[in-house]
């Protein structure tokens, strides 16, 4: 039987019916057993539906944008800045 680890690493593929019949056996004989994967399963698909009814994401404030683009420009090192 595979463990929690590999359980939910299982998940997401799970829930889009992207496994294959013996690894579906084995995730579903796991969460047959085991009251934490199943919470985790239950968040999962939660998660699943509020991400496909959501109405996009939320604008990122223009500041927050110039920053990112900054420490991309910079590299893998954030420059030290300055308050404005």
Known sequence: MI????AVRRMWSYLEHALTADTEAELEAHLDTCVRCCGELEFSRHLRELVATSEGVPAM????????????????RPATETAP
């Open 3 to 6: 463990d929690c680890r590999e």
């Open 61 to 76: 404030p223009p500041e927050v944008r110039a920053r990112i683009e900054r420490i991309l420009v910079a590299g893998d």
